[in-house]
T-cell receptor, first 117, second 114 residues
Framework: AQKITQTQPGMFVQEKEAVTLDCTYD???????LFWYKQPSSGEMIFLIY????DEQNATEGRYSLNFQKARKSANLVISASQLGDSAMYFC??????????????WGLGTSLAVNP | DTEVTQTPKHLVMGMTNKKSLKCEQH?????MYWYKQKAKKPPELMFV???????INESVPSRFSPECPNSSLLNLHLHALQPEDSALYLC?????????????FGSGTQLSVL
C-alpha cells in the first residue's frame, strides 16, 4: 500500500532552535517524489522542498533541508533557526503513479508546529 | 507571475444556490487541480485537468462540476450543495500532470454551505 506517515500530531520548538519533523513512506514504486508543504492558519498551501527518489544528495532550500534515508523510507524535514512565522501545519506528501497511469500525491496527516518566543 | 490566484476568498451559499469558484495561473502550467480540505486534515484530490482535458475525477458527486476553458483558467461550478461540503477548496497547478516536481497552490476559497 502507498502511504505517508507523520507520527507527530503536534510539535513545539523554541525560537532560533532547529526542529525535525518526521515523515516515513511506503511504496513499491522505484520512481517517486517526496514533498513538504507548509500551511499557515491563513490556509494557503506553500511548497517548501522536494526530493526525488533517485536524488543522491539531500535537498536543501534556505533554512529547510530534507533528511532523505531511502533504506529506512524516511524523509524528515529539518527547519534550522526557527522563526515565529514558522508556526503552521506541515504536510509530507509522496508523488506516485496510480492505476490509471496518472501521477497523484499521497498526503500525510500533518504535524502542527508551534514556535515559542 | 508565479502565482495561482483563486477567487473568491470566502463564499457563503445556500443549498439551492448556484455559484462558481475561479482559479487562474499564468506560469504556462499544463495541469490544474481542485482539492477539498476539511479543517486539520490533508487535502483530498477532486479533479485533475491535464492539457485542458479532464484526466482524473476522484468519484466526486455531480453537484461539483469542473470546467477548464483554457490552459490558464479552471472553474468549479457548484449546485445544490450540502452543509457537509463546507470546506477550504484549493486550486493547484503544475508543469504537467505526469512528472512535475511540485504543485503550486492558490490561497483557497473558504466555502460555507448553509
Amino acid at each position: 500500500a502507498q502511504k505517508i506517515t507523520q507520527t507527530q500530531p503536534g510539535m513545539f520548538v523554541q525560537e532560533k532552535e532547529a526542529v525535525t519533523l518526521d515523515c516515513t513512506y511506503d511504496t513499491s514504486d522505484q520512481s517517486y517524489g517526496l514533498f513538504w508543504y507548509k500551511q499557515p492558519s491563513s490556509g494557503e498551501m506553500i511548497f517548501l522542498i522536494y526530493q526525488g527518489s533517485y536524488d543522491e544528495q539531500n535537498a536543501t532550500e534556505g533554512r529547510y533541508s530534507l533528511n532523505f534515508q531511502k533504506a529506512r523510507k524516511s524523509a524528515n524535514l529539518v527547519i534550522s533557526a526557527s522563526q515565529l512565522g514558522d508556526s503552521a501545519m506541515y504536510f509530507c506528501a509522496m508523488r506516485v503513479l496510480n492505476a490509471g497511469n496518472n501521477r497523484k500525491l499521497i498526503w500525510g496527516l500533518g504535524t502542527s508546529l508551534a514556535v515559542n518566543p | 507571475d508565479t502565482e495561482v490566484t483563486q477567487t473568491p476568498k470566502h463564499l457563503v451559499m445556500g443549498m439551492t444556490n448556484k455559484k462558481s469558484l475561479k482559479c487562474e495561473q499564468h506560469m504556462g502550467h499544463r495541469a490544474m487541480y481542485w482539492y477539498k480540505q476539511k479543517a486539520k486534515k490533508p487535502p483530498e484530490l477532486m479533479f485533475v485537468y491535464s492539457y485542458e482535458k479532464l484526466s482524473i475525477n476522484e468519484s466526486v458527486p455531480s453537484r461539483f462540476s469542473p470546467e477548464c476553458p483554457n490552459s490558464s483558467l479552471l472553474n468549479l461550478h457548484l449546485h445544490a450543495l450540502q452543509p457537509e461540503d463546507s470546506a477550504l477548496y484549493l486550486c493547484a497547478s503544475s508543469q504537467d500532470g505526469q512528472g512535475a516536481k511540485e504543485l503550486l497552490f492558490g490561497s483557497g476559497t473558504q466555502l460555507s454551505v448553509l
